[in-house]
């Protein structure tokens, strides 16, 4: 059984700096897509940026230019480095990872980000 465990997130001040991390175990290894979502309360869950096998990575636009995500295969652990932060990035971050991009078979439990502006 595969399990996905968020950690890092807390509360920060707006242009603060956070990083997540997303520890698998069990069956994804290097192979697999690894994403991060993000839920605001009242809004839908939204996509914020994903990295695949090769190290090809994808962002939302939003985040462009502040976040970055990287992955250690040797850990099974998969990163997001959050710079800039803004208010409206407070929301609930999950992890996720399935055998190819988009097609998540596997999801943490979140880790809560607030950003007090």
């Known amino acids: 059984q595969v399990q996905l465990v968020e950690s890092g997130g807390g509360l920060v001040q707006t242009v603060a700096s956070l990083r997540l991390s997303c520890a698998a175990s069990?069956?994804?290894?290097?192979?697999?897509?690894m994403c991060w979502f993000r839920q605001a309360p009242g809004k839908e869950r939204e996509f914020v940026g994903s990295?695949?096998?090769?190290?090809?990575?994808y962002y939302a636009d939003s985040v462009k230019g502040r976040f970055t995500i990287s992955r250690d295969n040797v850990k099974n652990t998969v990163y997001l480095q959050m710079n800039s932060l803004k208010h409206k990035d407070t929301a609930l971050y999950y992890c996720a990872a399935g055998p190819q991009l988009g097609q998540y078979e596997f999801w943490g439990q979140g880790t809560q980000v607030t950003v007090s502006s």
């Open positions: 069990g069956r994804p290894g290097s192979s697999y897509a």
């Open positions: 990295i695949n096998w090769s190290g090809s990575r």
